[in-house]
């Protein structure tokens, strides 16, 4: 399955919406402006600052990932990744859309001998803990991810598994349970890969968290549960190319990027709803809601002018969210576009019995399918949000596979560092997350931070 | 654990914000206002009208519930619900809140002899196609949820299972498969409930969906795992007696439903975001944001006005989305409150052990403990969130219960209808979904349905 995926903006146009939604003109006129975006963006992938375009040529590291899951992959039966953030949702993402429903339940017939795959991203103590007294070490690998080995919450995970590590299996043969993806050179990761000889993938030093998906942040657990690394590359490739043209007609990354960029500085639609017509598409809406907010979510702009800009990104899933929040986005207010994920072809599907002929509420559904259930549902509801003026758009996969995967996440990373220009902000940064940092360091007692005494809380102001 | 839990707005309040959030004196004035909805409530509760109330009343309904699980519950090691939205949301939140994580992939005695329990609330094959290869139909209990019965995406689902269970077991013995939760007269499934003598549970008539976490919806399933329904229940009573009070200072559903209804009319902040602190109450955060979009997203005021009022929910998770989401809630739009959703304490605990004296990025963990880390964590974003003049407030549960779930589940239930009033609008319909299903029927073939037919796309708005 590698035909491209397209975009359907059709109802993200007014003469679509009876009026609300983009004029035809003003599209037209963004053009221009999306051409000296994508130059500029061009100029800083020349210049190395925008590294993630580059993962899709990475032969020698595909070869080490690959050569490692050989040796070491038949091992373990778990795999378990220790990250957060960008070090988590890519991989979730990865699983949630590649392997069967229901893959850890799975025995290891049905797995066809590939590993579980847990990605514990927070650090709840009746989640960690539980998930510790359950798995069986002995067959377990843990890939702790983290560019610089300071995320507090990764490495408080890395301490507690090293531990029981060590005292499961003595002070060296620990170390095969363990593999980091973490930075090339420098960090507390790559240091005590080095000193006590544990192996360690990289991190190219200018891909960020948020666009590491592609790098061995993704590909390494990828690869160890059996997903085709390559395909999802060769995707990711085929969507590199497509968006070399500064013609936003025919970029579908611009498109997306343009279309946001309107609704949300010129119609006053600042959120951004993402949402899957497929359970293996949720994780990719997840996803996404890191790499939009925290890469738009700016008070400065690049002139260091205080803007306080960003949209909000909410993720949701069709047909669910039809009974949860449909209600809200065809009578609520106009603040919002709606992209719907969708995929063609289901690789599997399931046909409703014919039953209770009598019944008319029933019958009707007997010879057709969950499949198209669930596309008839996806286009009403897109329908009929036309219909109220609701704009939205669909991004639809001719299938799922690692190949389309790889189309859907360069697509909307390079949607995002086209924004970024649009909104003229920086979208590599996230200064907003230090003073967080700072003010939990100072909580933990770590040397060298303190931090400004909370205010106490006034006891009018609390209802207990 | 039965203390009362508590809301610390301390943070919503504009002496804490640096000036930005709500002046003590607009609260004040709020409080008069909140007296009229207040009386409003009342008075449509005495009507009948919110029959959600008088839920914590049913002690006729909870015996039944009891027998038919000591009796019937015990012949299945699994539980699968087949509804959607209010149908599954409160049924799920009471699953990810009171059983241990990973409750699915426990072994018998890990469960104490309690059965398995999916929500499946979606209809896509290939996440149901998936689920109905791998239960064993012998051990498997089916408990179909509609209030109607003519929920097109249950309706499908227990058609497909309907046809496995009578080839399976024949055309009687299959019933007792099948559990029935829907309106104690009317509609489809409690006909077929009479017709071919299968149990069936009530919805009473004027709790709807999204309302109804605590009728036999949420009850039954939640009694066949093991949940302490009548602490659940005690919970929820305690909160209502404490809204019983007109004073907004000491109700704190009137508070909650004020605070977040100043924020988005009078100080453009329409994204109520809800950030639970423990993955326990992740799906808690799910479930409000139906009650939230569906309740108050409404195209016309009581007068029959157009408003296209409604605030935006939003789902997150600390600290996970720290990483993901903060670095916007930090520095973007001033268009957002954050309700921290916290637990004073958590029931079991991990120590980070002490290593790596020399590295100060590591040493300063140890000794402390994930709980005490998350806490932290927790505090010191809601500290930089207020720095920054952002509008935040905590709902503190003292620890995880039934009866301090079945608190908080009440308190946002009576927050909804409370912002019914102070918006002016209707918190029981949901006028909005009409179009979509009627749609989805006339694409389904069903009779009497006929659609607008679907405008057909302008190739020049495809990128394909």
Redesign the interface.
């Known amino acids: 399955m590698t035909e491209?995926i397209?975009?359907?903006?059709?109802n993200?146009?007014a003469?679509?919406l009876g009026g609300r939604g983009i004029e035809p003109a003003r599209l037209d006129a963004a053009a221009s402006r999306f051409r000296a975006a994508h130059e500029e963006v061009r100029r800083r992938r020349e210049n190395g600052e925008l590294a993630f375009f580059e993962l899709v040529d990475q032969e020698a590291t595909i070869r080490e990932i690959l050569a490692y899951v050989d040796v070491v992959g038949q091992d373990f039966d778990t795999v378990v990744v220790l990250g957060?953030?960008?070090s988590?949702?890519g991989t979730t993402t990865l699983q949630n859309a590649l392997l069967?429903?229901?893959w850890?339940?799975?025995d290891d017939a049905?797995r066809k001998g590939f590993p579980r795959l847990y990605v514990l991203?927070?650090?709840?103590?009746?989640?960690?803990?539980?998930?510790?007294e359950?798995i069986d070490l002995r067959r377990t690998l843990f890939n702790v991810v983290s560019k610089s080995?300071?995320?507090?919450?990764t490495?408080?995970q890395f301490?507690?598994v090293?531990?029981r590590l060590a005292r499961a299996f003595g002070d060296d043969a620990f170390k095969r349970h363990l593999v980091f993806t973490t930075d090339p050179e420098a960090g507390?990761l790559r240091?005590?890969a080095r000193e006590e000889g544990i192996t360690a993938f990289p991190i190219p030093p200018r891909v960020g968290?948020r666009f590491s998906v592609l790098s061995p942040v993704g590909l390494l657990p990828a690869a160890l549960v059996g997903i085709d690394i390559r395909a999802l590359l060769d995707g990711a490739r085929a969507m590199v190319e497509r968006c070399d043209t500064p013609e936003l007609?025919?970029?579908?990354a611009g498109?997306f990027a343009t279309l946001q960029h309107i609704a949300d500085t010129a119609l006053a639609a600042?959120?951004h709803v993402m949402m899957a017509y497929?359970?293996?598409l949720y994780a990719a809406a997840d996803w996404f809601?890191?790499l939009w907010?925290?890469s738009?979510?700016?008070?400065r702009d690049r002139t260091g002018a205080e803007v306080?800009?960003?949209p909000?990104p909410?993720k949701a899933?069709g047909?669910?969210d039809?009974?949860?929040?449909?209600?809200?986005?065809?009578?609520?207010?106009?603040?919002?576009t709606v992209t719907f994920l969708a995929v063609r072809e289901?690789?599997?599907?399931?046909?409703?019995?014919h039953?209770?002929p009598g019944?008319?509420?029933?019958a009707?559904?007997?010879g057709?399918?969950?499949?198209?259930?669930?596309q008839?549902?996806r286009?009403?509801?897109a329908?009929?949000l036309a219909?109220?003026g609701r704009m939205n758009m669909t991004i639809e996969l001719p299938g799922l596979s690692a190949h389309t995967l790889g189309q859907l996440l360069m697509m909307l990373q390079i949607a995002t560092v086209y924004a970024g220009e649009l909104y003229g902000i920086d979208p590599l940064d996230?200064?907003?997350?230090e003073?967080?940092?700072q003010?939990?360091?100072?909580?933990?007692?770590?040397?060298g931070y303190t931090?400004?005494p909370?205010?106490r809380?006034?006891p009018?102001?609390?209802?207990?």
Chains 1, 2 share one sequence.
Do not use: C
């Open positions: 491209p397209l975009l359907d903006y059709n993200m146009m003469p679509r957060i953030g960008g988590a949702l069967p429903a229901f850890n339940e799975l049905g991203d927070n650090i709840d103590p009746t989640t960690f803990g539980a998930f510790l359950r080995g300071t995320t507090a919450e490495m408080a301490l507690i090293r531990d507390i240091r005590l968290g007609g025919a970029n579908p498109l600042p959120i497929t359970d293996r809601r890191q907010a925290e738009l979510g700016k008070r306080f800009r960003g909000t909410v899933l047909a669910t039809q009974h949860s929040q449909v209600q809200l986005y065809m009578e609520g207010p106009f603040d919002k289901f690789p599997t599907d399931l046909p409703i019995p039953a209770y019944v008319e509420a029933l009707y559904l007997g057709h399918s969950l499949a198209e259930l669930l008839a549902e286009a009403a509801t329908q009929a219909s109220q996230q200064p907003g997350v003073l967080g940092k003010l939990t360091y100072a909580r933990m007692g770590r040397g931090a400004p909370a205010p809380p006034d009018r102001w609390i209802a207990g």
